[in-house]
């Protein structure tokens, strides 16, 4: 969060632990939002942009894959 306090009093989750969540579930959306834009460029039969876009979702994919065991180890510690 851009404030110099933390807001957990008020969502229950620590602002690090927030933003944890809010970067794997933007992650996740981005690499959804990624096919789309891999269809339309398959659609087209432009193979450098697939290329890029599918490089861009795998690594969206990593992203949330790291942010989600780094999850998983705070949850359980």
Aim: net charge negative.
């Amino acid at each position: 969060m851009a404030t110099n306090m933390e807001t957990g009093s008020v969502t229950g989750t620590k602002d690090k632990d927030y933003d944890l969540v809010w970067f794997v579930e933007s992650c996740l959306k981005n690499a959804l939002r990624l096919e789309t834009y891999i269809q339309d460029a398959e659609r087209e039969k432009d193979e450098p942009v697939v290329e890029l876009f599918r490089k861009a979702q795998a690594d969206s994919r990593k992203g949330a894959e790291i942010g989600k065991k780094l999850l998983r180890e705070r949850l359980a510690g």
